[in-house]
């Protein structure tokens, strides 16, 4: 039985990944997949698989490409999410900050550099207007670290995915005074170009199960119940995200790779642009 070590944020669209592993319906294509989950990020993705620590990661597409450009010795393989991401801008509830214009020139609170709130928050302060040579940053680690990072000062708002931050609206910790959709496809699978050449076979059978899974996620049963408990959500918010929420059973177009080379070039967090087809694996 070959093990492939995956990564992802533990986050409702990664759950058609531990349904296939509870279920044992990998074992049946002689796949041991085993799951790490990191609240950190993109950012502690990217680490994690220069240093091999896994094989694989459900990353987000725009964090991966600029990784692979700084020498990240990894492939797509597939694209996972097909929809956009909708980051909410969120504030401390008690702060003074009532619009997004009063976010200009404040401390963004990352959860390191290099991650989706970190590339982010130069997408939304260009889309604003503002002067992105002028952003600030507090690395906070994950969502417990912005929590303190806001309610103490030392970052002013924080960018993360919608409805996993929608708890902490609905509770009073945060006000969300936006959001800011991401101009591409938000989530892809990557693997170690030195792990896919050796078990190519194993990474398709993988790919080929979970898609299976992904095909009909949203007619399982009970689905948006089993999100909902399983990851403190609202019923009403779920099935407002899955309305919205894409899964992908295929290569991310090159014409998505290029527009987010495009967009990073632009907005200066790369400094060359690559053929597109070099970030995608030919498997």
Known sequence: MK??????????????????????TFETRNLDVRWRDFPDGTGAMCKALRNEEIDAAVILTEGIV???LNGN?????????ASPLIWGIHVDSHSDYRELKDLENKKVAISRYGSGSHLMAYVNAKKMGWDTSKLQFEVVGDINGAVEALRTGKADYFMWEH????PLVDNGTFRRLGDCPTPWSCFVVAVRESFLEENKASVQGMM???????EKFKDIPGVDIALASR??????????WLKITDWSQKQISVIEIGNVQEKLYELGLITEKKPNSFFLADY
């Open 208 to 214: 080929e199960t979970l898609n299976m899974v992904t």
């Open 3 to 24: 093990t492939i070590r995956v990564g992802g944020v533990p986050e409702h669209f990664n759950l058609p990944w531990h349904l296939t592993i509870e279920d044992g």
């Open 163 to 166: 409805f996993t931050t929608k």
């Open 66 to 68: 600029k990784d692979i």
């Open 73 to 81: 010795k990894a492939k797509i393989i597939q694209e996972y999410i």
């Open 231 to 240: 990851y403190d959500q609202k019923e009403e918010d779920i099935e407002q």
